[in-house]
């Protein structure tokens, strides 16, 4: 995958990357790649499949059924796929404030028309499947410490062979003055409360 640089998202990146919204601070990026393969990466993924094709061919197919539906069931665990309204819904739920924000500095222009506008002309949203990404918080690898909501989207168009991360993490003051840096209880202070009765 190659990322594609596009100036529609500049100004939303800019605006979303470090949003300050009194006792929170929102942290979103978009970010569009290219799904096709470049010389070196065809070359790649064709020694790849034959190798893989060579550890097949060694296994039961029982083996390889097994493996191949374990590994679908946790993509699908994951990652849903949701619709347009399914995303207007998140983001209004989210990002009300961000909205607000986004209306006074941009003489009442719409946040999301301005985002639909954006995704439309990279990945042409009719023609597009959306995913949420949806991981519990533990493996959650773009959560960050003191994160009070996030939320991870992709807009994949097959056609055009394009995917688009949209990224949205807003985290509570207190983590970004550091106040979180250290946890509250350490693991002998938790040892103290382990043989209490209650």
């Given at each position: 995958?190659?990322?594609?640089?596009?100036?529609?998202?500049?100004?939303?990146?800019?605006?979303?990357?470090?949003?300050?919204?009194?006792?929170?601070?929102?942290?979103?990026?978009?970010?569009?790649?290219?799904?096709?393969?470049?010389?070196?990466?065809?070359?790649?993924?064709?020694?790849?499949?034959?190798?893989?094709?060579?550890?097949?061919g060694?296994?039961?197919?029982?083996?390889?059924?097994?493996?191949?539906?374990?590994?679908?069931?946790?993509?699908?665990?994951?990652?849903?796929?949701?619709?347009?309204?399914?995303?207007?819904?998140?983001?209004d739920t989210?990002?009300?404030?961000?909205?607000?924000?986004?209306?006074?500095?941009?003489?009442?222009?719409?946040?999301?028309?301005?985002?639909?506008?954006?995704?439309?002309?990279?990945?042409?949203?009719?023609?597009?499947?959306?995913?949420?990404?949806?991981?519990?918080?533990?493996?959650?690898?773009?959560?960050?410490?003191?994160?009070?909501?996030?939320?991870n989207l992709?807009?994949?168009?097959?056609?055009?062979?394009?995917?688009?991360?949209?990224?949205?993490?807003?985290?509570?003051?207190?983590?970004?003055?550091?106040?979180?840096?250290?946890?509250?209880?350490?693991?002998?202070?938790?040892?103290?409360?382990?043989?209490?009765?209650m």
């Amino acid at each position: 995958m190659k990322f594609l640089e596009y100036s529609p998202f500049d100004k939303i990146n800019e605006f979303l990357s470090d949003l300050s919204l009194g006792e929170s601070i929102i942290h979103a990026t978009l970010e569009a790649y290219s799904c096709k393969h470049s010389g070196t990466d065809r070359k790649l993924s064709l020694s790849f499949e034959h190798q893989i094709l060579d550890c097949l061919g060694k296994s039961s197919p029982p083996d390889f059924f097994l493996a191949s539906r374990a590994s679908a069931v946790q993509a699908h665990h994951f990652f849903r796929e949701e619709l347009w309204e399914d995303f207007r819904q998140i983001f209004d739920t989210y990002m009300f404030e961000a909205v607000k924000e986004w209306s006074e500095a941009n003489e009442g222009s719409s946040l999301l028309e301005n985002l639909y506008k954006a995704l439309d002309e990279v990945v042409k949203l009719g023609e597009c499947e959306i995913y949420s990404y949806n991981p519990d918080s533990d493996g959650d690898p773009f959560l960050e410490r003191g994160a009070i909501w996030s939320f991870n989207l992709f807009f994949y168009n097959r056609k055009l062979k394009r995917v688009v991360s949209f990224r949205c993490c807003c985290l509570s003051n207190l983590a970004a003055d550091g106040f979180l840096a250290n946890e509250i209880y350490d693991d002998e202070e938790e040892d103290i409360f382990n043989n209490m009765e209650m």
